[in-house]
């Protein structure tokens, strides 16, 4: 498990859990928000009732960080 830096002061906080080991080198990552709601992290919330955003993370980031590490063949 891995907490990411509180870079922002948004009332959020970001920790990683990486699940690896599996066939042809498979591996879940789970992120995890605290106090967020139901936004996209990295950017500013539109409506107030969906929740926090965290600016911790960047969702574009974090999954393109994956994909990039994991191609399709």
Known sequence: MTKYPD???DG???TRRLYGS???GAEVV???????GHTWPGQE???RAL???TRDVSANDLMWEFFRKHPMR
């Open 51 to 53: 929740g926090r955003s």
């Open 7 to 9: 870079t922002v002061n």
């Open 45 to 47: 919330s539109r409506l």
């Open 30 to 36: 789970v992120i995890i928000i605290e106090g967020g």
């Open 12 to 14: 959020t906080s970001v």
């Open 22 to 24: 599996g066939k042809d």
